[in-house]
């Protein structure tokens, strides 16, 4: 029997977490959005100040860092025991799932926050909530571009 195979059990988490969080990402590119476009503006902006409030707890956390942590696993260890492409791969699957983060962190918070101090019922709460459909969706759009490719790059250092 063999031993473990602690490259290959971080690379399946790593898959797993991405793809998990780019169906989040997908949700709300495809149409979660594009049902709050259809309230009114006030009712669409509160509920996405509902679920701003909602998604940072540990379900989803979990996931979004526990993900990145799999990812600095997989640098140190592509690294540490470099083996080629399936190495080049690997960090750059785990790069790309970290840039999600980045951009999360970047774009799409200071956008939240912008529309959570926004009372949603004011002139200037409307504006805030048609600013941020916008802006909020594209870069969510790319949110989940790169952790697809993630899962892509990740799932083929696997069988190179």
């Known amino acids: 029997m063999s031993g473990i195979d602690i490259?290959?059990?971080?690379?399946?988490?790593?898959?797993?977490?991405?793809?998990?969080?780019?169906?989040?990402?997908y949700t709300f590119s495809t149409f979660t959005m594009a049902g709050l476009r259809r309230l009114p503006a006030s009712e669409g902006a509160a509920a996405m100040q509902a679920v701003n409030l909602e998604a940072p707890r540990p379900p989803l956390m979990s996931v979004f860092f526990g993900t990145a942590?799999?990812?600095?696993?997989?640098?140190?260890?592509?690294i540490s025991d470099f083996?080629?492409?399936s190495s080049l791969l690997s960090i750059s699957g785990a790069s790309l799932y970290i840039s999600s983060i980045v951009i999360t962190g970047v774009f799409n918070v200071p956008l939240n926050d912008r529309?959570?101090?926004?009372?949603?019922g004011s002139?200037?709460?409307?504006?805030?909530?048609?600013d941020y459909q916008r802006r909020w969706t594209r870069f969510n759009h790319l949110r989940v571009a790169v952790s697809t490719a993630?899962?892509?790059?990740?799932?083929?250092?696997?069988?190179v």
């Open 7 to 25: 490259g290959a059990i971080l690379t399946v988490l790593g898959i797993v977490g991405a793809g998990l969080m780019a169906g989040v990402y």
């Open 83 to 85: 083996e080629g492409f």
């Open 150 to 159: 993630s899962v892509l790059l990740l799932s083929a250092s696997l069988v």
């Open 69 to 78: 942590l799999v990812g600095v696993g997989l640098y140190v260890l592509a």
């Open 115 to 120: 529309l959570e101090a926004a009372n949603p």
């Open 123 to 130: 002139p200037q709460g409307i504006s805030v909530w048609t």
